[in-house]
């Protein structure tokens, strides 16, 4: 059974900082792309970051570009969404997945930021 189960989310003021986890089981982490998706209440689902399999090449949404790094330990199968500088348009549920022939989604973990 494939689960990915968030964490790390959270309330934080304007400016502030949090660490999302996610950690994988039953698909062989280190063969899949791993992204963060974000959805906001009355918005489309979109894109965070990205991170391939192999050598790890990142790819970032324009609006987290500088603020948001994302990295994978393989060892853990764990991705990681470092996020920095957070403003109230981060606000979102933030769910990780998993690609390759396959698709798998994570439950979501609730970040908000607010002062």
């Known amino acids: 059974q494939v689960q990915l189960v968030e964490s790390g989310g959270g309330f934080v003021q304007p400016g502030g900082s949090l660490r999302l986890s996610c950690a994988a089981s039953?698909?062989?982490?280190?063969?899949?792309?791993m992204g963060w998706y974000r959805q906001a209440p009355g918005k489309q689902r979109e894109l965070v970051a990205s991170i391939t399999s192999g050598r790890s090449t990142t790819n970032y949404a324009d609006s987290v570009k500088g603020r948001f790094i994302i990295s994978r330990d393989n060892a853990k199968n764990t991705v990681y969404l470092q996020m920095n500088s957070l403003t109230p348009e981060d606000t979102a549920v933030y769910y990780c997945?998993?690609?390759?022939?396959?698709?798998?989604w994570g439950q979501g973990t609730q970040v908000t930021v607010s002062s």
């Open positions: 039953g698909i062989i982490f280190s063969i899949y792309t």
């Open positions: 997945n998993a690609k390759n022939i396959a698709l798998y």
